[in-house]
């Protein structure tokens, strides 16, 4: 039995109920609270419709992994480890918090199956708990006020910096540990003068410290100290709670939901608007985000979790080369926008402007190129791809379109491929003398048939330069035993990224050919050569047979013994392989084309730093060809940089844009002579055995 | 401000190989596809541009047959309020001066405060805008590169002269402009914007309709009739490098330099 009187039955000034206080500060806290989170909400209600309680059994898997293991936090280690910490003390917490804002009315409540030794267990760890979320919180203050890693700076045209926001922060979370263990180690300390023995506690922990610290304190010393803390604990919890929507601690709350409604499937784009069927899309009086109200309730969801962490816009490869696009700001400056438009105090809720004009650029859209890096990253499920889609539709719509966007998409209305070259010529590279001399290909028309239909898409059919990927992946097919066919003048352009850039009645044009088309030649499979083709087929289409990356197809051949490959021709150079958004990221494939190479003898192989699911955009594919950005180097000149750096001489691609983008970006680095870039499906004809 | 924009369907060169027919006095038309033509679409773009600042209406005309109907419908989706076909088979063959009698029929029917054109289209001649001016008696500046209304009696006018200056007069309203392409960006129309538009009713004038003698356009009134339409020989001097593209590009490397162009 503690000496000391809980704040349950204390008395200020020896007649005012310390209780009074007890109830008075959650239960203001608690209608504040309430009356802040509906504000919040307001937008959420106004927003446009998301189908998010599908697949319930993968967001219970992100919620595990994503939320509750924080399986994407130690990608930055320091930083990653410092939140694993602090989030897993906050759990811990939560339970002794809420026992706590309860002691203030009833001294001896003990939450239902604490009483025993649950609750000394329960202890033992909330109290280690408490002490690593001060100790992160030191380290992270320290992280965000004197180490100030460059991914938290804020340029200029983005606004006010947030560091003081954040140490904020952390000083009202320290401030929570602090009181909480001297509450309870005020506690302690009487109750070890009063009986003689220091009853265990865990050791080193924060609660362990501070009775050592105030066990020579006076009994009336000790008890001033106990209700003190007590009430700084219960102000500041009640502060914070209400504190939390106003800014990037919002996640503290939203992420819970977030993760479980966070993307999850991949290389998909969102519908025009949930609910709505494509035949419907003319009655639609408007199409895309225009205004704040326009996104979906989760991309508002999406916008009060961001936790301003800046990972997203460090993996940017926009960022990376000044494109005027930083995904992080994205979010800030809708979730400025939803703050001024839904403002806390007034309840007013004021008209939205259009987005493109008010807070976003048309460049800053039209710079995205959809890799991914950004998602891929995100430890809250936020999204940008859809958004950044959306908002092309309605750019799109209000016919804001670049010029040097405009005319490939006419020609893509008109001729089937962004080049305008006319639709008999699709299969021009099949009948080059050199190529047929060696390898026929069959075009499935007029009863013509087979297995496997090729899917070349446009850049592969009509560039001079990337046609020899065709051709090669035709070689490839011929000596498997693969009986494939192509498409020739009824194949339009894919699409992948008609649909990216918004113009959705074209894609749904280009789809519907090629739908019709393809299921025409009864194929049973469907192979390309080109990742953006490969995505547009395997998530963008429905309906149609499987689809298959030629790599997974020649990885398969090595395995079943259809195709053979004999030993590095080349011994000498240093192969690195760079993997494509749209096959690796989007879609999961990243052994296949390493398999193949290494089914090479003696072809020595190394990795890039940033590989994988950290692949670092080319410079985009399909229509950002076209696109002329603001920016101050290429990407795939920097990817080039990666490369040499680590050592290779030969950058393996395996997507024609890839290859386009990357023998650019070593003429304008300067390594021509001493780099290279090669198509997958190239290496793989000059080593068929 | 009321304005007339005239407008033609022309091959898209972006989108087209060009060849000869057989009969050698004409493109082959097979497997070409049509657009508007570039500049007209600029003057649309603009035309629209002052609707929005001063208020009004933009009206597209087009003389041709059925098929002209596309680029009417386009240039509505763009933010044209109206669209007129001028279609009559006493039209066809009509040379620049028939064009322009048939439009002035359109202009008199009307009440225009502004008449533009395209500086130039497909047959290259940018004579149209010229002798509608004319016909109509109006004030005409061509090769127009800048417009702002000053009143509703008067607008400014530029133009860029040889050598890359500019000019700046003030026309009296009504007028007849011709438009230089890159006097803004015209805006994308999306097929959505087009099936938008599709329902839209658009009237069909004929010579009749427009008070027009039959036997002064078409072939009848015709006074220039094309009679030979070729690819001129080679003449000396000119080469065509052949190859593949770095082929080509190594051979003019090497003839540059052998001529002392690149060191």
């Known amino acids: ?689 | 401000m009321e304005i007339l924009v005239c407008v033609k369907r022309v091959p898209d060169t972006a989108e087209n190989e060009f060849q000869l027919n057989s009969a050698g006095n004409d493109l082959d038309r097979d497997d070409l596809v049509y657009s508007v033509n570039e500049w007209d679409n600029y003057a649309v773009e603009e035309a629209i541009q002052i609707v929005d600042k001063v208020g009004g209406n933009v009206t597209v005309v087009t003389v041709g047959d059925s098929e002209s109907e596309e680029v009417l419908r386009r240039e509505m989706a763009m933010g044209a309020n109206n669209g007129i076909l001028l279609s009559d088979d006493a039209f066809e063959g009509s040379d620049g001066k028939g064009i322009a009698t048939i439009l002035k029929g359109e202009v008199l029917k009307g009440k225009y405060d502004l008449i533009l054109t395209g500086a130039q289209a497909d047959a290259a001649a940018g004579q149209v805008g010229g002798m509608l001016a004319a016909m109509l008696d109006l004030p005409y500046a061509s090769l127009v590169n800048k417009i702002e209304v000053e009143s509703d009696t008067t607008i400014k006018v530029g133009r860029e002269i040889e050598g890359g200056n500019q000019e700046m007069n003030e026309v009296d309203l009504p007028c007849v402009l011709s438009i230089q392409t890159g006097i803004n960006e015209p805006r994308y129309v999306g097929i959505r914007g087009i099936r938008k538009v599709a329902q839209v009713e658009i009237p069909v004038k004929d010579a009749a309709a427009l008070g027009i003698d039959p036997s002064s356009v078409g072939d009848a009134g015709a006074k220039v009739k094309r009679v030979d339409y070729f690819v001129p020989e080679l003449g000396a001097g000119a080469e065509m490098l052949e190859g593949s593209t770095d082929e080509i590009i190594a051979q003019l490397i090497e003839r540059i330099k052998s001529k002392g162009g690149l060191a």
């Not at chain 1, 446009?48 to 059994?57: E, G, S, T, Y």
């Not at chain 1, 850049?459 to 035709?474: G, L, M, P, V, Y």
Request: net charge negative; charged share 25%.
């Open chain 1, 1 to 689: 039995m503690s000496p000391l009187i809980g704040p349950a039955n204390f008395n200020f000034f020896g007649f005012f109920p310390a209780a009074i206080l007890s109830v008075l500060i959650p239960v203001v806290g608690v209608a504040l609270f309430t009356y802040i989170m509906a504000r919040r909400i307001a937008p959420l209600v106004r927003a446009a419709p998301d189908n998010r309680f599908d697949n319930i059994p993968e967001r219970l898997k992100n919620l595990f992994f994503v939320w509750l293991a924080q399986i994407r936090q130690p990608r930055y280690m320091v930083a990653g480890v410092l939140h694993i910490v602090i989030f897993a003390g906050f759990l811990v917490l939560s339970i002794r918090s809420t026992s706590l804002v309860i002691i203030g009315i009833s001294s001896d409540f003990v939450l239902p199956g604490f009483d025993g030794v649950i609750g000394d267990i329960y202890n033992f760890f909330k109290d280690y708990a408490a002490t690593g979320v001060l100790i992160a919180c030191i380290i992270a203050a320290v992280r965000r006020g004197v180490v100030r890693p460059a991914r938290y700076d804020v340029p200029a045209k983005y606004g006010k910096d947030h560091t003081a926001e954040a140490v904020f922060v952390l000083g009202v979370i320290s401030t929570l540990m602090i009181s909480e263990s001297l509450f309870e180690a005020t506690e302690l300390a009487a109750e070890m003068q009063h009986t003689g023995h220091a009853e265990f506690i865990a050791p080193l922990s924060l609660v362990w410290i501070f009775r050592g610290m105030v066990s020579g304190f006076a009994q009336s010393t000790l008890q001033g100290l106990h209700i003190v803390m007590y009430y700084i604990h219960d102000l500041t919890f009640f502060f914070f709670l209400c504190f939390l929507p106003m800014g990037k601690h919002f996640h503290v709350i939203t992420s819970i939901f977030n993760v479980f409604f966070m993307r999850v499937k991949k290389g998909n784009i969102k519908p025009v608007v949930h609910g709505v069927s494509e035949d419907e899309l003319d009655n639609l009086e408007s199409l895309g985000v225009k205004k704040l109200e326009d996104f979906t309730w989760k991309h508002m969801l999406d916008f009060y979790s961001c936790a301003d962490c800046g990972r997203c816009s460090d993996q940017c490869p926009a960022n990376a080369v000044g494109r005027p696009l930083s995904p992080r700001f994205i979010t800030i400056k809708a979730r400025d926008l939803i703050f001024r438009n839904y403002p806390i105090k007034s309840g007013a809720i004021y008209k939205s402007k259009m987005l493109v004009e008010d807070i976003y650029s048309e460049d800053e859209i039209w710079s995205c190129t959809t890799c991914g890096a950004c998602e891929q990253e995100c430890p809250l499920g936020i999204e940008y791809i859809d958004k950044m889609v959306d908002l092309r539709r309605g750019m799109v719509d209000e016919g804001m379109v670049p010029q040097t966007l405009q005319k490939p998409l006419k020609a893509l209305e008109k001729r089937g491929n962004p080049y305008g070259i006319m639709e008999k010529k699709r299969a021009d590279w099949s009948t080059d003398k050199e190529f047929a001399a060696e390898c026929s290909v069959k075009v499935l028309e007029k009863g013509e048939t087979a297995d496997t239909l090729f899917f070349v898409d446009s850049i592969t059919s009509f560039d001079d330069n990337i046609k020899t990927i065709a051709q090669n992946t035709a070689k490839i097919l011929t000596r498997a035993g693969v009986d494939f066919g192509i498409l020739g003048k009824a194949e339009k352009d894919s699409g992948n990224e008609v649909l990216r850039f918004g113009e959705e009645m074209l894609f749904q044009d280009l789809k519907s050919q090629n739908t019709e088309a393809i299921l025409e030649s009864e194929v049973k499979q469907i192979v390309t050569a080109d990742p953006h083709a490969y995505n547009a087929l395997k998530n963008d289409y429905k309906d149609l047979p499987p689809v298959k990356h030629v790599s997974q197809v020649i990885t398969e051949k090595i395995k079943s013994g259809a195709l053979a490959l004999k030993a590095a021709q080349e011994p000498e150079s240093v192969y690195v392989y760079h993997d494509p958004c749209y096959l690796g990221r989007h879609n999961g494939v990243y052994e296949d084309p390493r398999e193949a190479l290494d089914a090479i003898k003696n072809l020595n192989r190394v990795e890039l730093e940033k590989s994988r699911d950290r692949s670092f955009c080319c410079g985009g594919g399909g229509l950002m060809l076209f696109y002329e950005p603001e920016e101050e180097t290429r990407m795939g000149v920097l990817r080039v940089q990666m490369a040499a750096e680590a050592g290779a001489t030969v950058i393996v691609t395996a997507c024609p844009f890839c290859l386009v983008n990357i023998q650019d970006a070593i003429k304008v680095a300067g390594k021509e002579g001493e780099m290279r870039a090669i198509d997958f499906t190239e290496l793989i004809v000059q080593h068929m055995a």
